[in-house]
């Protein structure tokens, strides 16, 4: 069973896109756009869309590494 973390931006900027950003625990991720039910490519983010993408990758990635410490340390 996977499972996700399920997280929901809206671009600051026109045209203020309403996103959902979804992130796998085996590292998968999918971004959809809500209003058109189309995905969206990492590459195609704007500015503050991109910025909050690679901040909760980054949180993530830390959470996850934390949570392999403790499993094997």
Same mark, same amino acid.
Do not use: H
């Given at each position: 069973?996977?499972?996700?973390?399920?997280?929901?931006?809206? /671009?600051?900027?026109?045209?203020?896109?309403?996103? #959902?950003?979804?992130?796998? #625990?085996? !590292?998968?991720? #999918? $971004?959809?756009?809500?209003?058109? !039910? @189309?995905?969206? @490519?990492? +590459?195609?983010?704007?500015?503050?869309?991109?910025?909050? %993408?690679?901040?909760?990758? $980054? /949180? %993530? $990635?830390?959470?996850?590494? =934390? =949570?392999?410490?403790? +499993?094997? =340390?």
């Amino acid at each position: 069973m996977k499972r996700c973390m399920n997280y929901r931006y809206v /671009e600051k900027n026109s045209p203020f896109r309403d996103l #959902t950003f979804k992130f796998y #625990t085996d !590292g998968k991720l #999918t $971004i959809l756009d809500n209003e058109s !039910g @189309a995905s969206v @490519a990492p +590459k195609e983010l704007r500015r503050d869309s991109f910025d909050f %993408y690679v901040r909760k990758r $980054i /949180e %993530y $990635i830390k959470n996850d590494l =934390a =949570a392999k410490q403790l +499993k094997y =340390a």
